[in-house]
């Protein structure tokens, strides 16, 4: 069972989202003006679309030693403080979202097993819904989803610290579809769940 802390920056609904069950038990931390989240017994770190990313610079050197302990984080958000290893996010709205179309780069981790990426390219008709921006990813890490142009949506780095750190450009996941349809969404997520089970494990 990993041990998972969800930041709770008090978005309604959150708690539907991340629900404890086989194989990750969650805890909520929420973000306040003393923000300090508590890793010591944590497999998992999740920062989810919509979370505060100031807090989360303030936070940034117990996450990094969380990570180099072997700890692994989830972050569905695009983070606009400095607080990644290795990574950057970059907000860039410059290209039309009609003209947005994910593709699988690498994939050697499995996480688009039994996934339709078309899910993730058009939501009721909408193309380009899922993701915001780009990652500029650490050398050596895998770019597992780009986009039209070959920018990185989906990142695993394994080179920055011990840890893992599996990256959206603020392409939201959780436990759970938001209203029963995304079932391929929910399928991605346990499989990075997956990935962080067996690296516990070796």
């Known amino acids: 069972m ?7 920056n008090g ?20 973000v306040g003006a003393a923000f300090a989240p508590d890793l010591s017994d944590a497999d998992l770190l999740i920062v989810p679309n919509g979370s505060d990313h100031v ?8 996450v990094r030693a969380f990570l180099e302990r072997g700890g692994a984080l989830f ?12 990574n950057r996010w970059v907000m860039d709205n410059s290209r039309a979202t009609r003209d947005v179309r994910y593709s699988v780069r690498t994939d050697r981790h499995g996480l688009f097993n039994g996934v339709a990426i078309e899910s993730l390219v058009r939501s009721h008709g909408i193309s380009g819904w899922w993701a915001c ?19 990185a949506m989906i990142v695993v780095d394994r080179v920055s610290t011990p840890g893992t750190l599996i ?16 079932g391929d969404l929910s399928r991605l997520y346990h499989n990075m769940l997956g990935l962080v089970s067996e690296r516990g494990a070796q």
């Open 2 to 8: 990993l041990n998972a802390v969800v930041v709770d």
């Open 11 to 30: 978005i309604h609904g959150l708690e539907r989202m991340f629900r404890s069950g086989a194989p990750v038990r969650y805890r909520f931390e929420r």
């Open 55 to 62: 807090a989360m610079y303030r936070a940034r050197n117990a």
């Open 75 to 86: 972050c569905f958000d695009g983070w606009f403080t400095d607080w990644v290893p290795g």
């Open 133 to 151: 921006g780009l990652i500029e990813l650490a050398s050596g890490a895998d770019v597992v989803m780009e986009d039209t142009w070959g920018r």
């Open 167 to 182: 990256l959206t450009a603020s392409g939201p996941l959780g436990d759970v579809g938001f209203d029963g349809t995304f």
